[in-house]
């Protein structure tokens, strides 16, 4: 009997982070759908490459900020996928997409607030909300969070929190989806040299030496560093991992 190929959705895939695990999850067999918030060239590309490795992708546009488009692009999934595969189900959601926000609380607006929240919290919650219909028992939400949950950096508050929010809800997406056999984790990265965030990080030396040298590993990250620990999850050797926050940042303030 052949056994069905299983399919990952990613959202934020086409740069960064949700590029590196895209390819990462198609490497270990899976099938892959993306979506990207404006980029559609980088989501194309993102597509071609893990065509290569002899896995399907399709990639799709969605804002996670904008809750009502939530709906349509559930029905575009479902009807690629029953068109495609005769179900319109998948078997892991990946919340990854996201934006920083660095800003001194006394100068946070409140649209600023809300654009996070939205973003980060609303976003993650209704989206998942919407797809529990659609994600197959035995299968798995990944939660992408922060090492700013964990310690606090002057500047991001407001990202800290919404991130911290998203760890406590992971454990009650676990706790009730549970009799569906569904696991719910989060993946926690510490500073990784990308884009993210004008590329601080990445480009700015005196923001990579201050994080390699509060890191035990004594650098920053990469997107190689995470892009597989999400995979790994999308698999079954990690079918008894349920509730966790896996923080990959290299022991980033230890």
Known sequence: ??????????????????????????????????TYRSNKEEADKVVEEIQALGRKAIAYQLDTKDLKS???????????????????????LINNAGTALYSPIPEVTEEQLDDMVDIHFKGVFFLTQ?????????????????????FAMPGSSVYGSMKAAIDMLTKYMAKELGPRKIKA????????????????????????????????????G?????????????????????????????????
């Open 185 to 220: 984790n989060v993946v926690a990265p510490g500073a990784i040299e990308t884009d993210f965030g004008g590329g601080r990080t990445r480009d700015d030396e005196h923001v990579n030496a201050m994080v390699a040298n509060n890191t035990a590993l004594g650098r920053a």
């Open 130 to 150: 919407k797809f529990l219909t659609f994600i197959n028992n035995d299968g798995g939400i990944i939660n992408v969070s922060s090492g700013l949950a964990r």
């Open 1 to 34: 009997m052949e056994t069905r190929t299983k399919i990952a959705l990613i959202t934020g895939g086409s740069r960064g982070l949700g590029r590196n695990s895209a390819i990462k999850i198609a490497q270990k067999g899976l099938d892959v759908i993306i």
């Open 222 to 254: 990469v997107p190689d560093d995470i892009g597989g620990v999400v995979a790994f999850l999308c698999t079954e050797d990690a079918r008894w991992i349920n509730g966790q926050r896996i923080e990959a940042s290299g022991g980033m303030f230890l």
């Open 70 to 92: 939530f709906d349509a692009f559930i029905k575009t999934v479902g009807d690629h996928l029953e068109e495609n595969t005769g179900s319109r189900n998948i078997d892991y």
